[in-house]
């Protein structure tokens, strides 16, 4: 009779911790109040929006734009900033103080604008722009493969050379660059296809926008020389192909983050999930033999695996 005692009682033990243990389990989440600061309030922001809510349905997510909102210095330190582009950027650096900040849309020509090599505390930058590197090994990937890589560059862009530099000697390629300091002259761009076999186009928007991406593509094509970049969206204009990552791709990193304390979070970051995106007219204009986007992108991800 003491042993079956002895058992009861530990039995009536042992359930209650039990029990407990399992409503602890089966709490949510704790919930993070999200902010989303753009002062674009387009579909595409509100899609974004929407798209980040399904995959964290516990938080709460709100957008603003920075002209409606107070000095961050005076939110909640409890609030997760999501900055989206350099005017939300610019409203977050008015403060020396603010919530931690993961900032998207922003390029890393225009953070060297804004920022002038400074890494202010507390933000976290997610780069727009394709990873050089990865932009370089694309070009690599390309049937017959070029071995002078011209790169046209502004004062705004300089300081992505000796970074572009080091992965073209670590590939065996030759890296050729040449300055232009003003958006309208031809002359850097002549000299420069006058030496290379492919140019690799950098998101600096001083020499790569609307008004000047016709004069480049069709001084590049009468040389039959292909663009690498500098943007996906230069893809559909004329040029042979990019990196790029998509909404899907940009949650799938944020997703993690988000669930770290953001003393954890990167300085900086490129997103891992990528895809490509190609011009198959102009690459069969130039006698190029391109993989279907798929493979291209599988063999990329591939050759950055540790």
């Known amino acids: 009779m003491a042993a079956r005692r002895s058992g009861m009682s530990l039995g009536h033990l042992v359930r ?8 602890l389990l089966a709490l949510p989440t704790q919930a993070r109040e999200l902010l989303l600061v753009s002062s674009e309030q387009g ?4 899609a974004f ?28 330190p409890e609030t997760h900033l999501l900055l989206l582009g350099t005017a939300a950027l610019n409203w977050r650096l008015a403060s020396d103080q603010g919530p931690p900040a993961l ?18 505390d507390g933000i976290s930058l997610l780069w727009s722009d394709p990873p050089p590197a990865r932009q370089l090994q694309l ?18 862009s300089e300081f992505l050379l000796n970074e572009l530099a ?26 420069l296809l006058d030496s290379s076999d492919l140019l690799l186009g950098l998101d600096d928007k001083l020499l790569y926008n609307p008004r000047t ?17 500098p943007t996906v969206a230069f893809v559909r204009a004329g040029s042979l192909a990019s990196t790029y990552s998509d909404q899907d791709d940009w949650l799938d990193t944020l997703d993690p983050l988000l669930d770290q304390p953001p003393s954890q979070w990167p300085q900086s970051l ?5 895809k490509v995106q190609s011009n198959r007219q102009v690459a069969r204009s130039l006698g190029i033999e391109l993989p279907d986007d798929a493979s291209l992108a599988h063999r990329l991800a591939e050759g950055e695996s540790p």
């Not at 709100?62 to 909640?76: D, G, I, K, T, Y």
């Open 139 to 156: 070009a690599l990937q390309l049937q017959p493969k070029p071995q002078r890589i011209g790169v046209l560059y502004s004062p705004a």
């Open 213 to 229: 991406v016709k004069g480049i593509l069709l001084s590049a094509y009468a040389e039959n020389h292909a663009l690498i970049g």
């Open 16 to 23: 209650p911790l039990l029990l407990g243990l399992l409503c």
């Open 270 to 274: 490129y997103p891992e999930h990528f």
């Open 166 to 191: 080091e992965h073209a000697r670590q590939l065996g390629v030759e890296l050729v660059a040449q300055e232009q300091d003003r958006g309208d002259d031809p002359r850097p761009l002549r000299e």
């Open 43 to 46: 579909a595409a922001v509100q």
């Open 103 to 120: 900032t998207l849309l922003v390029s890393r020509v225009e953070a060297q604008q804004l920022l002038d090599g400074r890494h202010p």
């Open 49 to 76: 929006s929407q798209a980040l809510a399904e995959r964290r349905p516990q938080d709460q997510i709100r957008v603003e734009s920075p002209e409606q909102l107070p000095p961050a210095s005076r939110l909640s």
